[in-house]
């Protein structure tokens, strides 16, 4: 999973290091050996010379009854003389052992992870935090050579980490603070949406909880079959009409039914429909509006990338969405859907679909998922 990106960002981190140190170069300040000798602190030991007694401090002597040179005060003050010395030597080595690179080159160099990240569709949005963090680590900061790398990529594991720490939560045990607890799944055609809502029925039956299921897709051919073939393998009532038939009268039937026959949930199918469909978004609207579903939840097909995040994002304008599951999360190799879904809608990713089995629904892990991004 995401292993292209993966293989991809590291190259990008080994280039954009070879560049940083490239083009800093001429930020470093090379100090002559002269200066470098003459700063440097001799390491002979000091004498007293008589010419510092004589403006030394006085100690009075009760034994001599006299004032004499305070010899352990010049000592301290000669001891304080060479830390000094010392410590101006050490902030001019550290001018000359650091680098810098201002926010011009720092653009050009950029662009090179830029292009890796869009082309494995990354959303602009996540696209600019990351370059805003890093260029926060990077540009007139004085960098260690030996920290180059080890900052740029520290800096896009926290990124990546702050893209993915969105709040989650538990679905099971929130469909049990209700019954019956009402989720309406949406998506466009070929997300997934059916498979994933059969793999949603096998989890809560797994925690004890009884399934009613709505064919509430009465658009697309085959779409109520496709349910009814799920509905079957896992014992679980379908309530369904006919096809061209009002899709919210299904999802009120099913809801009525459940709660008649004491059900726990009900997963209400819906036909896949892009924003730009207007009859079939307005339809939308009204079995939301008619079945008054507890949770919304966007399916969405996580090899697509970018399309994945923009039809999540007018599916939340349309009708609202309240998280969202990733489908074939296996075969997804780039892992644009999900570094952004989730950043830009800010709502959460629950579920990875990984595979056509019902077993193959897979919590979302942030550490996982950077895991498999080389972090």
């Known amino acids: 999973m995401f292993g292209f990106l993966k293989e991809k960002l590291k190259n990008a981190v080994s280039r954009i290091t070879r560049k940083v140190e490239e083009e800093a170069k001429e930020e470093i300040v090379e100090a002559p050996k002269e200066e470098l000798k003459k700063e440097k602190p001799k390491k002979e030991k000091k004498t007293i010379l008589k010419e510092e007694l004589k403006e030394a401090p006085l100690k009075f002597n009760a034994g001599t009854l006299k004032y004499e040179p305070d010899i352990e005060k010049i000592k301290e003050e000669a001891t304080k003389e060479k830390e000094e010395k010392k410590g101006l030597f050490a902030k001019f080595k550290e001018k000359i052992t650091t680098k810098k690179i201002d926010s011009e080159k720092f653009d050009e160099i950029f662009w090179e992870l830029e292009m890796t990240l869009l082309e494995n569709n990354v959303a602009v949005e996540v696209i600019e935090k990351i370059k805003d963090d890093l260029k926060a680590k990077l540009v007139d900061v004085p960098l260690k050579r030996s920290d180059i790398e080890g900052t ?84 679980v009532r379908m309530i369904r009409h006919d096809y061209k038939s009002d899709a919210a009268a299904v999802a009120f039937d099913a809801v009525k039914h459940a709660e008649a026959q004491g059900r726990d949930v009900v997963l209400i199918d819906t036909a896949g429909r892009l924003h730009s469909n207007k009859d079939l978004l307005d339809e939308l609207k009204k079995v939301v509006r008619v079945a008054k579903p507890d949770m919304k939840i966007f399916v969405g097909e996580s090899i697509t990338g970018n399309d994945c995040v923009d039809q999540a994002r007018e599916f939340d304008k349309a009708v609202g969405i309240d998280a969202i599951i990733l489908a074939k999360a296996d075969i997804d190799e780039n892992g644009g859907a999900a570094l952004s879904v989730s950043y830009v809608t800010k709502k959460p990713i629950i579920y990875l679909g990984t595979g056509q089995n019902y077993k193959d629904l897979e919590k979302f892990d942030k550490e996982k998922v950077l895991k498999s991004l080389g972090f």
Request: charged share 25%.
């Open 152 to 235: 740029i990529e520290e800096s896009l594991k926290e990124s990546m980490s702050e893209v993915l720490d969105f709040e989650a939560f538990d679905l099971v045990k929130k469909a049990k603070e209700k019954k019956p607890y009402v989720i309406c799944f949406l998506g466009i055609n070929g997300s997934g949406k059916t498979t994933s809502i059969a793999k949603i029925a096998k989890l809560f039956q797994d925690n004890k909880m009884s399934v009613v299921m709505a064919a509430a897709d009465t658009f697309r051919a085959a779409a109520i079959e496709q349910l009814q073939h799920h509905a079957d393998a896992l014992g």
